[in-house]
């Protein structure tokens, strides 16, 4: 890990720096907390800086913008975590129950901009490929809260209820089980929403939204609807459910999610000719199905002592990771009045026969006492072959042959990270990550025929840090 070489911390520090800051700023049960993750990357292949863009730069090679400029070396943001501001709830009524709610916002801390990926897009409108900013799908589209925004009841004996802009079960999830913890620089579960959206980015964040938790014992059970709407990630209705378990060092949970029209936006339009008013947006709406399997072990090795401030600080922890999902997009039948972001987004293609992706990952965490942490991970993702139709209900069945971007392809990834923390809200962080793009998840790539063969790989290395309230 020579990236952390400039870092001046000895690996065999003990005893954690004297924390100047209270564990949280909490007042009546109204908690304030926030984020800021900065510093610098270097990318053998991307492009530069996006003012709106979670996470700054196209971290990977899997992107259907195929944006690739040279390499970038630039300031950079959001690698470990997206930064954010927020206020959590956890009021009691003395009738036993809480009430409980979160008002969170991302925001690009180089900027001081909300996260907003829509106008990421439209910003590159007409702007070739390689000489486009970075630009990506994400259910951050700008709104005040663009992370989560709900209010409800809890209760020990009774479960909690809340209503709202909720995390899919699936993205939630996915933050206890990704050894990278959806990392914007070193976790494809993180920088990418398909896998918490249930194969659509848009549907990682479900407005409109109701979720009933409850934990009884070691099992813990959730379900999620969302009626959906106009100008929302989700433009019909959508449901989903998941069950646990928590035995000691042990934690599983399935998850299983289904969407109705969920967007996925594809490009911008720019020219006199395209009928969507001008800034508008291209998408495509699909109807997606997911199934998930996620565990970790975690074995407690010992080791712990007393922090600089009297209190005592965790031991040694090894942890092993696993997942899988499998998602389904398939044709949507459902017509909608669409938006997204406050933008047009015209319909150009529509799914024939469904794309299937499979995903898996594993990892593991290595956690001192001293805060040293050192986190590996892969992840593999593989596509089918699928067919598509021209404008909202066309039955051509264009596939693999005609469009290569349509074709069987595979997708590797793997990544190291060391990080050290010097108290509970101060960490510094330096890691690699390694991706490839093969055959059909590569096509449009330079070198690649027409997604049927070849191949695309990009290698990210950052270092920076994290201020955490």
Not at 319 to 338: C, F, I, R, V, W
Request: a negative charge; aromatic letters at 12%.
């Amino acid at each position: 890990m020579a990236l952390l070489a400039g870092v001046g911390l000895s690996v065999c520090a003990s005893v954690h720096a004297a924390d100047p800051l209270p564990d949280s700023f909490t007042y009546a049960g109204i908690t304030l907390y926030s984020t800021i993750d900065v510093g610098f990357a270097y990318q053998s292949h991307g492009v530069p800086l996006s003012t709106t863009l979670p996470g700054g730069l196209e971290y990977q090679a899997f992107t259907t913008t195929r944006n690739f400029a040279g390499h970038q070396a630039t300031v950079a943001e959001s690698g470990e975590q997206q930064s954010n501001v927020g206020i959590r709830a956890d009021v009691p009524t003395g009738y036993n129950f809480n009430i409980v709610g979160v008002l969170e916002t991302g925001f690009n801390p180089l900027s001081g901009q909300l996260t907003d990926a829509c106008a990421s897009i439209e910003q590159n409108s007409g702007v070739k490929q390689g000489h486009q900013t970075a630009n990506a799908d994400s259910s951050r589209c700008g709104q005040a809260f663009n992370s989560q925004a709900f209010g409800g009841v809890s209760s020990k004996q009774f479960g909690t209820l809340t209503i709202g802009r909720h995390n899919s079960l699936q993205l939630a999830a996915l933050a206890q089980y990704d050894p990278q913890t959806l990392s914007y620089a070193f976790s494809f579960l993180g920088y990418s929403g398909f896998d918490g959206g249930a194969g659509s980015t848009q549907g990682a964040r479900w407005d409109n939204s109701a979720k009933y938790a409850l934990v009884s014992g070691p099992v813990h059970a959730a379900v999620m609807f969302s009626n959906g709407g106009a100008d929302t990630g989700i433009q019909g209705q959508a449901y989903g459910g998941e069950v646990g378990v928590a035995i000691q060092g042990l934690s599983l949970d399935a998850v299983y999610q289904k969407e109705y029209g969920a967007v996925n936006l594809r490009s911008s339009f720019d020219n006199a000719a395209d009928p969507v008013p001008t800034p508008g947006l291209a998408a495509y709406i699909s109807d997606d199905t997911s199934y998930n399997l996620m565990g970790k072990y975690t074995f407690d090795l010992g080791g712990g002592g007393m922090g600089a401030d009297g209190k005592p600080t965790p031991g040694d922890k090894l942890t092993l990771y696993a997942g899988y999902s499998h998602m389904q997009k398939a044709h949507s039948d459902e017509s909608y009045a669409l938006s997204q972001g406050g933008y047009p987004i015209s319909i150009g293609i529509n799914i024939n026969d469904s794309a299937e992706y499979n995903l898996e990952w594993i990892g593991a965490k290595y956690q001192l006492a001293s805060g040293w942490s050192f986190t590996g991970a892969f992840y593999r993702a593989s596509q089918n072959s699928w067919t598509i139709g021209v404008g909202p209900t066309g039955t051509q069945g264009i596939g693999c042959s005609a469009a290569g971007l349509l074709c069987a392809g595979d997708f590797y990834e793997g990544s190291l990270v060391a990080d050290y923390a010097f108290n509970k809200h101060f960490d510094t962080y330096g890691g690699i990550n390694y991706s490839e793009v093969t055959d059909g998840l590569a096509n449009g790539f330079v070198g690649t025929t027409v997604g049927t063969s070849g191949s695309e790989n990009q290698a990210t290395a950052m270092v920076g840090f994290r201020l955490r309230l």
